[in-house]
């Protein structure tokens, strides 16, 4: 009698790669795929962006839905707030003015010996308190399936003025910027208390074709006294504008017996800007606003209004910002590397 040690063998070898095979098969797609689709595509669409001569410089930003500090890398940092502060579709020239200002804005905040208004050890929030910044996962999220192309250009314009900040005086600049202006710009100190000698009213006639340049809001009289702390009373009338600012905005404004300036009117009734006009129908009171945001500095739509008639970003903000130079960042890094030692 023969011995069946050969046939068992061979059975089990059989049997053994009966059960290999379907994980042979699965074994190539589950390491390309890493089990999820998200996870497949997470390097390559949330890659950080490739932006040239990268300083040194971290920026610690509050980040406020996380209740953390991070420190970001200058220029991602920019393309981050770029990317969440001017619409991506704006021309070229207007986000590198974007960039530009945006670079500027945080290494005048980074050479402050004290952060004012942010927790400890942080020198920003993410908010408009400072600048928006958002990261790529944040922005992911809004521009869905045009994220790679909106961040290519947002990247490059960052690109284009790598190392370059704004200066008034060797100094940088305190750059504000805003979205919609009237039809002019506000001088510094007709909003805010300081006059900075480049933050001067001028005209910006491109931001009437901004879907924000007229808004139109309504109050109950009982909301409108509740929130200025004022007495209409029954003779239909408002209140008398009684001055008026360079920008053509609301300066002050009397009611009743009371005098309020039209920055205080726009933050209390959270207007979009301070140049209104209200009128009273019954018991409503209708605001008519133009322009939206503090009109100080540079107007992003008269921005792009700009880069639309061929002006470059230098022409840009050599025109919103009055008197000052395009200069390099590396002189100032020392100094900004003495403040955070300093803490």
């Known amino acids: 009698m023969k011995s069946l040690k050969p046939f068992i063998v061979l059975g089990s070898l059989l049997f053994i790669v009966t059960l290999l095979i379907p994980t042979l098969l699965v074994i190539p797609f589950s390491e390309k795929t890493n089990g999820t689709l998200v996870e497949d595509i997470q390097p390559i669409v949330l890659a950080t962006p490739e932006v040239k001569n990268e300083s040194q410089l971290d920026v610690a930003v509050y980040r406020t839905k996380e ?3 991070e420190n970001i890398p200058l220029e991602q940092y920019v393309v981050g707030v770029v990317a969440s502060e001017m619409p991506a579709e704006f021309e070229m020239e207007a986000l ?6 945006a670079r500027t804005y945080i290494v005048q905040q980074l050479l402050l010996e004290q952060s004012l208004g942010t927790p400890k050890g942080s020198k920003v929030t993410d908010t408009v308190r400072h600048q928006v910044y958002k990261d790529l996962e944040d922005l ?3 521009w869905g399936d045009d994220f790679e192309a909106n961040l290519a250009k947002i990247t490059e314009a960052v690109n284009s003025t790598s190392g370059e900040i704004i200066t008034y005086n060797n100094e940088p600049i305190d ?3 805003f979205s919609t202006s009237n039809g002019f710009t506000e001088n510094s100190e007709d909003y805010w208390q300081n006059e900075f000698p480049y933050l001067r009213s001028i005209e910006s006639p491109w931001d009437k074709e901004s879907p924000k340049y007229l808004t139109t809001t309504t109050f109950t009289v009982a909301q409108f006294e ?3 702390g004022v007495r209409l009373g029954e003779s239909g009338t408002i209140g008398k504008i009684t001055a008026r600012t360079t920008g053509k905005r609301v300066g002050t404004i009397k009611i009743g017996d009371k005098v309020i300036t039209g920055r205080q009117v726009r933050e209390a009734l959270e207007l979009p800007s301070s140049d ?3 009128e009273r129908k019954g018991n409503q009171i209708v605001i008519t606003t133009r322009g939206y945001g503090h009109g100080v500095g540079m107007s992003q739509y008269g921005a792009n209004g700009m880069a639309r008639e061929g002006k470059t970003y230098q022409d840009i903000v050599k025109y919103y910002y009055k008197d000052i130079a395009i200069s390099a960042i590396d002189p100032y890094i020392p100094k900004i590397a003495a403040v955070a030692a300093s803490k």
């Open 67 to 69: 209740q953390l500090i």
């Open 96 to 101: 590198k003015a974007q960039a530009l200002t």
């Open 140 to 142: 992911k999220a809004v």
């Open 175 to 177: 750059a504000q910027y």
């Open 226 to 228: 509740q929130k200025l």
């Open 276 to 278: 209104f006009d209200w």
